[in-house]
């Protein structure tokens, strides 16, 4: 569809054929603000030509693409095509100025006079309108998190793009610097401790077990002493940088809607540092499937079945695609996760979470908190016993279903001692395939026991599955064992029960995901220890489609049939004898 307007500036009309969206954004709304562009040009025979756009702010859609549209339906000659483009842009970079200068002049004033008129009121409730304000400051920051992320994600969608990621490879190198300074002066203290005790327990002499005890305290704190500077001087660098890339991202995005060209950097081969893990990061053993779930109306799903290590899969911040599109796809609707087994102690010095802390220190966070305020977060919220009551996607809470679902605090370490099956969420974009983790909580003998359907392992699975559905997270990577290594209880055997049971759960969610109606498809990975031998590899992959319905395809023969004359006559066909 078009739409027809008229430029008379040279004394006739001009039919002029302009997109129906490009059009809709040049039509006045009545409650905008009208501001008219007046711009001037000298033709060959030395009259002026005057031209005035009426314009209505704010501006919907690029500036630099309006300036184009309006350069073609008033037929601005180039030779003072630049001219109109600059003349433009500045234009309306004022008028946006005023506006948002004459709003916040227009906001104090109001705010006054409801100060001056409700004095008495104000005063009454104090409490009230802290508490109130506390609320809008919140909000207000929520929002500029948020535009400050949509910009971001233009800016990877535009020519911008390789300035993005130089920008965060080189805060990269600088906190990794700072990071393994750390790290040499932790080892060499360590060292100097174990060269200490050794030699006073072997000098020759009775050794005083007060004394031993005596020395590995003060070692203890030396050493508490050293991580507590360099985790200070970590995190004021890490706010330090975020801070900065947050500032370079609303400048350039400023500078791309004013149309200003962006060149590449030089390339670096090792644009960031090497990740802990295996070298080759590829998975010893791949196998894909699609699966059908439903029984009138079928959904499909993709299912992988992998053996790679799920540290590999986190391995920070890389240069490959894969992590690319992890970025690419970071504010949009299609989401990727990965459930992660954890220790019962909601904190970041043991277990598996330790080890993601340390994963997601090597790299910047520009997006999100970084992890241990996360899960500061999620204390509060679960001695909160109103939060916990409120079952909501959002409240990183444990499923009702999960029998003996008391939190207790444990006195001596002050760390929140977590019932087996719950599940709590943190955000991560400096992982390598995913955004999310779900933190699955079960201790040691739970893993290595053999579950049921009502073992609230796979019931806090069952909700994590759930949380990530309602959530647009279409890519899934699950443990298909609930643990991410083997040790020497794990056989043979036990391997494929447990995959069984997994399979089963999972079967079970899809179903129940399909009887909401939804019909979207989902991507399941799921990933076994990297130390899996092939046999148990190769007994999983074939037991998936006795678990699944895997479609196959149906062949038909064709028959041959020979024709008489009458039904070629019918057919209008010409035989020769």
Known sequence: AVVSTQSGHYGRGVSVSIPTDLANLMTPKESDSQHNFDFSYS???????????????????????????????????CFVEDSFRSEFLQFVRNEE????????????????????????????????????????????????????????????HSPALPLVRAEESKAAHELQSLVSQRNTEIKKIQDHHILAMEGYVNNGTQVDSNAVNDLAASQMEQRQACEVKWASSISHLMEEQKKNFHMWVEQTHLDSMEGKKFYAPPASDDCYGPIPGDPSGAPRFVESFTVCIGSQLKITHNVRLAVES??????GVSGSPEQLQ????????????????????????TGNTNRLTKVTELHPEFHFPQLEKQLSIIRQKLLNPDDVRRRTPTNYLIDETVPDCTIREDRASGDLILPTGTCYITRHSNLKKFHTVFHLVATRKEIHDDVTSRDPLLLGLKVSLKLAAENSIDNLYVPILLCHELDGNMDHAWCVRRAENV?????????????TGATASKTFHF?????????????????????????????????????TVEELMKLNIDTVS
Not at 537 to 558: D, G, T
Request: with cysteine.
């Open 43 to 77: 033709i060959p025979k030395g009259n002026t030509i005057k031209i005035s756009i009426p314009l209505s702010f704010p501006i919907e859609g690029l500036t630099t693409d309006l300036a184009e549209v309006y350069l073609k339906e008033y037929r601005i000659p």
């Open 97 to 156: 100025e005023h506006m948002i200068q004459m709003k916040g002049d227009a906001k104090l004033n109001d705010i006054s006079e409801d100060f001056f008129n409700d004095l008495d009121f104000l005063a009454d409730g104090q409490l009230d309108q802290n508490n109130d304000s506390a609320n809008e400051r919140t909000i207000d920051k929520r929002r500029e998190e948020e535009y400050l992320g949509l910009k971001w994600h233009s800016l990877l």
């Open 310 to 315: 799920f540290w590999d899969l986190c391995g």
């Open 326 to 349: 992890t970025s690419l796809s970071l504010y949009t609707n299609s989401l990727s996760g990965a459930i992660m087994v954890v220790d019962n102690r909601l904190n970041v010095y």
């Open 503 to 515: 399979f089963k759960c999972v079967k079970g969610f899809m179903i129940e995901y399909g009887s």
């Open 527 to 563: 990933t076994l220890p990297r130390d899996t031998p092939e046999r148990t590899f190769s007994a999983i992959c074939s037991l998936l489609p006795s678990v699944f319905r895997v479609p196959c395809p149906m062949v038909f023969e064709a028959r041959k049939k020979t024709l």
